[in-house]
């Protein structure tokens, strides 16, 4: 498991009950996660020093449930990077911060790459990556189909001074966008993908990953430089394993060009416990 702890902002206090205890920053939220099936430890007192419940409900979504005043939204940081945290109606945040560990790494690849690089941010959400992307020196073309999120990332590359770097916002269709980067001959060094189990583009077009994936990862190898530096795909996709996550890797950029291919779960640690909480699955390609 890929674990991300190096976290000082957040923190997984404890978990039980199908709930979490967390930390961001000077907040603490307890939020559902399905994958939490065993019982909450009665005797730890830390549950009752929540700031903010989020209660499902039986018929779906959810709310919230205030037990002090919070600020509107507040800013947490991860080394240098700086995201802001708002709750929304469905019990997010706006930053997963088990990806601190696809953040940390493709720093890294970009900082050692010794060339400019230009990445794709595909389903970019909030911009956890493309934040990290910049910070690193690259080009950054951040893609998602949601004003909001896509609103959200500027205000995230703004929180990290990053505002004279090169990148290109995109509110669109992720299919549609590839395909005319394809007609244009546009190329990426490295592309990032965190596509949703289900979603629908601005214009009502259908995404379900277990028939989408495959084909739209092939797609996206056409606007792969000939020296590519990596490309990486998250999924929250319950029940798929990693090992699909290599495969599908496999079977298109690596027939193509020499590499590691990697591939597990993502993690968080459970301060109380000292166990590790499962939070999704990554594949990775990398140049060697």
């Known amino acids: 498991m890929y674990i ?50 989020y209660h499902r409900s039986s018929s779906g979504g959810g ?3 205030f037990n002090k005043a919070l600020p509107e939204s507040w800013t947490i940081q991860y080394g240098e990077l700086r995201f802001q945290i708002r709750p929304t109606n469905f019990k997010h945040t706006g930053l997963f911060p088990e990806q601190a560990v696809n953040w940390s790494w493709m720093m890294d690849k970009i900082r050692q790459a010794g060339r400019p690089i230009r990445v794709l941010n595909l389903f970019a959400y909030t911009g956890g990556a ?3 992307a910049a910070a690193a020196g690259a080009e950054v073309c951040h893609v998602d189909a949601a004003k909001g999120m896509v609103q959200w990332a500027k205000e995230n ?8 770097r090169p990148v290109r916002f995109i509110t669109d269709d992720v299919f549609k966008f590839v395909q005319r980067e394809q007609r244009r001959g546009k190329q990426y060094d490295a592309i990032i993908m965190d596509p949703p189990s289900y979603g629908r583009g601005p214009g009502g077009e259908m995404w379900k990953l277990e028939q989408s994936l495959y084909p739209f990862l092939a797609s996206c190898q056409s606007i792969l430089s000939d020296n590519p530096l990596f ?26 060009h020499k590499g ?29």
């Open 231 to 256: 490309m990486l795909i998250n999924s929250y996709t319950t029940g798929l394993s990693p090992t699909v996550l290599h495969n599908m890797l496999h079977l298109t950029i690596g027939q193509r």
């Open 157 to 164: 590359i703004k929180l990290s001074g990053l505002e004279d």
């Open 63 to 65: 709310n919230w449930q």
């Open 130 to 132: 493309t934040v990290a």
């Open 260 to 288: 590691k291919i990697s591939s597990g779960e993502i993690g968080l640690p459970i301060t109380r416990s000292g166990l590790h909480l499962p939070c999704g699955i990554l594949g990775r390609w990398e140049s060697m």
């Open 4 to 53: 991300a702890d190096q976290w000082k902002d957040y923190e997984i206090i404890d978990t039980g009950d199908g709930d979490k205890l967390e930390r961001w920053g000077d907040v603490v939220l307890r939020r559902p996660d399905p994958q939490i099936i065993w019982p909450v430890d009665t005797k730890v007192k830390d549950w009752q020093k929540a700031d903010a419940h």
